[in-house]
Antibody, heavy 124, light 113 residues
Framework: EVQLVESGGALVQPGGSLRLSCAAS????????MTWVRQAPGKGLEWVSA????????YYADSVKGRFTISRDNSKNTLYLQMNSLRAEDTALYYC?????????????????WGQGTLVTVSS | DIVMTQSPESLAVSLGERVTINCKSS????????????LAWYQQKPGQPPKLLIY???TRDSGVPDRFSGSGSGTDFTLTISSLQTEDVAVYFC?????????FGQGTKVEIK
């Protein structure tokens, strides 16, 4: 059974940093691109960042480019999101999600499994 | 960026009735080299993460009931629930994966009348 479990969310002051983790199990982690999608309270879905199966070719939304860094440790089956210079508008539930198609360097950007999310609140 | 616009924002339908949700993209998401529409639909129930329903505009994901269907091409797409069930109460999102940034529609809330 595929499982994605996010952690690391917290209340943080503006300008602060957090590192989110997503522990994956039940599939061959190093064969799939992974992504982070966020959802502000009561709002819609916003794609944040993605990384290929091999760990190269990351993509970022303009709203987080230069502040967030996505990475993965395929030996630990874990996806990360390092979040720096946090702003109030980054407040959201952050989901990690698995790409539907496998491939070392490719993305389909259709997400068939999602975690339950971890809540990031940026407030003073 | 490709802007995805859904309509209506919400609707209430009687059990067993048909539900139609529209999604329009600001530019075509039909890739000419493979004739595929890079359009997916997700369902999100309260307190749960999104669930993939449909991709390539009309391909149901594994285990998705056949009362859910997707149609359309280019810039105009439709998600249809042929006979609304209580468990279908949710918010539905379309998403384009034609190009980055990958973008979602604002969502359509479906309720029981």
């Amino acid at each position: 059974e595929v499982q994605l479990v996010e952690s690391g969310g917290a209340l943080v002051q503006p300008g602060g940093s957090l590192r989110l983790s997503c522990a994956a199990s039940g599939f061959t982690f190093d064969s799939y691109a992974m992504t982070w999608v966020r959802q502000a309270p009561g709002k819609g879905l916003e794609w944040v960042s993605a990384i290929s199966a091999s760990g190269g070719t990351p993509y970022y939304a303009d709203s987080v480019k230069g502040r967030f860094t996505i990475s993965r440790d395929n030996s630990k089956n874990t996806l990360y999101l390092q979040m720096n210079s946090l702003r109030a508008e980054d407040t959201a539930l952050y989901y990690c999600a698995k790409d539907l198609y496998y491939g070392s360097g490719s993305y389909l950007a259709v997400w068939d499994y999602w975690g339950q999310g971890t809540l990031v609140t940026v407030s003073s | 960026d490709i802007v995805m616009t859904q309509s209506p924002e919400s609707l209430a339908v009687s059990l067993g009735e048909r539900v139609t949700i529209n999604c329009k993209s600001s530019q075509s998401v039909l890739y000419s080299s493979n004739n595929k529409n890079y359009l997916a639909w997700y369902q999100q129930k309260p307190g749960q993460p999104p669930k993939l329903l449909i991709y390539w505009a009309s391909t149901r994901d594994s285990g998705v009931p056949d009362r859910f269907s997707g149609s359309g091409s280019g810039t105009d797409f439709t998600l249809t629930i042929s006979s609304l069930q209580t468990e279908d109460v949710a918010v539905y999102f379309c998403q384009q994966y034609y190009g980055t940034p990958w973008t979602f529609g604002q969502g359509t809330k479906v309720e029981i009348k």
